[in-house]
Structures are given as structure tokens and as C-alpha cells.
């Protein structure tokens, strides 16, 4: 893609995996019922494509997009530049995230969910970074925990690039 080296830190192989793990629980938690899962974009887009396509049940797939990062550095708020396109009130909803880290932007899209009143509310997120915050029970599907690094490729990126890599990586 360019010279810069990339250490693989999750291959290919092993989100397949896991992927199709979640979601055989997230089809044994949720039941029957109306499902909206809706993806944080952009960075979700790849994860929830597979995920969606390894749950088993009808559903229905919806996005909302938030941004917190410039520049690949959080600015310490979050703004919605787009909100979903279908009611979800008595609805039960599953929101799906890329990455949660301080989980600012999970508690902000949990309160924007809850006032859309949302009967049952899960999050899946690919990964979680751990930083001493307890953002993790805010989390009840997590792909895997990654260590203090930036991560790119899955759908996230790094300036706008790099969410094409099949594998989550880090610069060395
Ligand atoms: P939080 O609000 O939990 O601190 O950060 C969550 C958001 O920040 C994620 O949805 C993602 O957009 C971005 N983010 C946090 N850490 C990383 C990272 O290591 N790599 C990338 N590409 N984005 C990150």
C-alpha cells in the first residue's frame, strides 16, 4: 500500500472466527423479535458486513455516523454527522462499533439510542482497548482486546486510509 511497515496484529483467519462466534450468541440472545443492527460508521462497515451475514435471523441493517478523531488524535468530543433512518422505538437493537476505547463516543450513542427509545439494547464491538476505564461493561460482545496501540485496517483507518487491509495491524 506503501512503505510503511505494518505489524499484523489479528489476522484474517482469526476474525473469521471469532466473528461467526458472535454472532451464533447474538442469535441465541436476541430471539425473536424485530432486530436493527445499526453500525458506527465509518469505521464498522467491514465488521458489521460480516457479522450480518453470519447471524442467522432476519434483520435489518441501518448506520449512524459519528466522528471524535482528527488527524488519527481524539478531540475529546463527539459530534453526529448522521443519524439512522428508521424509528427503533420497542425495538431491539444492536449496535455495532469498531473500536471502544475511552467509550466516550459509546456512552454518547447508548444515551442517543435510549432516547430513541430502544426496548433491548446490546453493542457489539470488533475490538477494546483496555485504558483503566470501565467502559468494558458497557461492551457485551467484545472481538478482542488489543493492546495500547493505534490499530488500522478491518475498517479502521489511520488519515482515511488503510481500512481496506483484511487484517487489524498497527504501524511498527
Ligand atoms: P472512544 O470514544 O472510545 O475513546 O474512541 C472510540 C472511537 O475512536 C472509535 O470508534 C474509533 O473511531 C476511534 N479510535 C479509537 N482508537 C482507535 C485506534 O486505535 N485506531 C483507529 N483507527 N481508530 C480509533
Known amino acids: 500500500m506503501d512503505d510503511r511497515q505494518i505489524d499484523v496484529l489479528i489476522s484474517e483467519e482469526e476474525l473469521g472466527k471469532r466473528i461467526k462466534e458472535i454472532a451464533q450468541e447474538i ?5 425473536g423479535g424485530d ?3 445499526v453500525g458506527v460508521l465509518k469505521g464498522s462497515f467491514i465488521f458489521m458486513a460480516d457479522l450480518v451475514r453470519s447471524i442467522k435471523r432476519p434483520l435489518s441493517c441501518d448506520f449512524i455516523r459519528i466522528s471524535s478523531y482528527e488527524n488519527d488524535v481524539s478531540t475529546g468530543m463527539v459530534r453526529m454527522e448522521f443519524d439512522m433512518t428508521q424509528p427503533v422505538k420497542d425495538k431491539n437493537v444492536l449496535l455495532v462499533e469498531d473500536i471502544v476505547d475511552s467509550g466516550r463516543t459509546l456512552r454518547y450513542l447508548l444515551e442517543h439510542m435510549k432516547n430513541k427509545g ?3 439494547l446490546k453493542v457489539a464491538s470488533l475490538l477494546f482497548k483496555e485504558m483503566g476505564t470501565d467502559s468494558k461493561k458497557l461492551v457485551d460482545y467484545i472481538g ?3 493492546p495500547e496501540r493505534y490499530v488500522i485496517g478491518y475498517g479502521l483507518d489511520s ?4 481500512r481496506s487491509l483484511p487484517y487489524v495491524g498497527a504501524f511498527k
Open 118 to 120: 430502544a426496548n433491548k
Open 159 to 162: 488519515e482515511g486510509v488503510y
Open 144 to 146: 478482542f482486546e488489543v
Open 27 to 31: 442469535e441465541s440472545d436476541f430471539g
Open 35 to 37: 432486530l436493527v443492527v
